[in-house]
């Protein structure tokens, strides 16, 4: 598995198609983030933002391969296996991303709410960013996982279809990214630190079975 796992990796980066991606994330960091705001909003805004990105990184990993090499890949290792490859570098690219950008929101921005006078605990805030962006991050890998190849092979079914499942994963209620992200709204306002272990949970157990059963019809559908 870790030399798939290698393999993979080094597909999306001499690729360069994770490029669009990480800029697109980056401009909306840019005109979403500015310096002094309260750290809490700023890093809820970072995690919001990673879901559709996530998305994205795995519709790139299931689909970076030749057709050939795909077969190749599939009848040496399993398809099953091959896939979920692909679907582990794009949840661990976009983890990095998101550490990446939460970090860097963190140190930027004011520690205190959104009132400007209530104390906000920089580490506590951080840690809390990193647990949302963790949340979309699994979340956005979970709509990428069902919204693509193999479940949909069709790319105008497919991006629409990834898209509005994206936007919907983020502003349902119920749905542990937006639980995750209100809740450092609402931590913004009170000068509270919340920590979304809750929805981190729930992203955890969507995104297995998401995963799980994208590989399972993989496998099915397998020549």
Avoid: K
């Avoid at 700023?42 to 990993?61: F, H, N, Q, T």
């Avoid at 057709?67 to 794009?90: D, E, I, K, M, Q």
């Avoid at 190849?149 to 502003?171: D, E, K, Q």
């Avoid at 209620?173 to 209100?182: D, I, K, L, N, Y």
């Amino acid at each position: 598995m870790t030399a798939l796992i290698r393999y993979q990796a080094a597909l999306l980066v001499r690729s360069q198609r994770w490029l669009p991606p990480f800029i697109l994330y980056a401009a909306f960091l840019a005109v979403g983030v500015q310096s002094g705001q309260p750290v809490l909003d700023s890093v809820g805004y970072a995690a919001a933002a990673l879901l559709p990105v996530a998305a994205w990184l795995v519709r790139i990993c299931v689909g970076g391969e030749p057709p050939a090499a795909r077969t190749c890949v599939a009848a040496a290792a399993g398809p099953a296996r091959a896939h979920l490859a692909c679907l582990f570098v794009a949840l661990a690219a976009a983890v990095v991303l998101g550490t990446a950008a939460t970090v860097v929101v963190t140190l930027i921005s004011d520690p205190a709410g959104t009132d400007h006078r209530t104390r906000v605990p920089m580490l506590q805030a951080g840690g809390a960013g990193l647990l949302a962006a963790l949340v979309c991050a699994l979340l956005g890998t979970a709509v990428g996982a069902v919204t693509n190849r193999p479940v949909l092979r069709s790319t105008g079914r497919a991006v629409p279809v990834m898209l509005l499942a994206a936007l919907l994963s983020m502003v349902t209620t119920g749905s542990p990214a937006q639980a995750a992200v209100s809740g450092l709204v609402t931590g913004s306002r009170t000068g509270r630190v919340p920590l979304p272990l809750l929805p981190l949970a729930g992203a955890a157990v969507l995104a297995a079975v998401a995963i799980a059963a994208s590989c399972a019809l993989t496998a099915r559908r397998s020549p």
